[in-house]
């Protein structure tokens, strides 16, 4: 049985940091890249970051573009998403995927084709 679970989020002050995890489970990361999606209440669910599965290459959303930086153990099978200079507006239910693959996967296609997603974490910023 395959399971992506998310730990970490919570509530910070603006200009805080969280680190948010991703751990899986029934799939060796090798083999998946991992994204970071959020979803604000009243809007639609958006691509934030993404690793790819070996060569480590990266993509963020302009809007975390400098303050987020993801990162992948794959001996823990975990992947990280750090968050500095939080702004209110990163307020959202944080979720991570994993899709099958070797290049670094469009944030920006169906969210269908993610092959596997978590259950979520939220984040609050305010203060």
């Known amino acids: 049985q395959v399971q992506l679970v998310e730990s970490g989020g919570g509530l910070v002050q603006p200009g805080g940091s969280l680190r948010l995890s991703c751990a899986a489970s029934g799939i060796t990361l090798d083999y998946y890249a991992i994204g970071w999606f959020r979803q604000a209440p009243g809007k639609e669910r958006e691509g934030v970051s993404c690793v790819s599965s070996r060569d480590g290459d990266t993509y963020y959303a302009d809007s975390v573009k400098g303050r987020f930086t993801i990162s992948r153990d794959n001996a823990k099978n975990t992947v990280y998403l750090q968050m500095n200079s939080l702004k209110p507006e990163d307020t959202a239910v944080y979720y991570c995927?994993?899709?099958?693959?070797?290049?670094?996967?469009?944030?920006?296609?169906?969210?269908?084709?993610?092959?596997?997603w978590g259950q979520g974490t939220q984040v609050t910023v305010s203060s």
């Open positions: 995927a994993a899709i099958f693959g070797f290049t670094l996967p469009s944030m920006d296609g169906p969210h269908s084709l993610w092959n596997y």
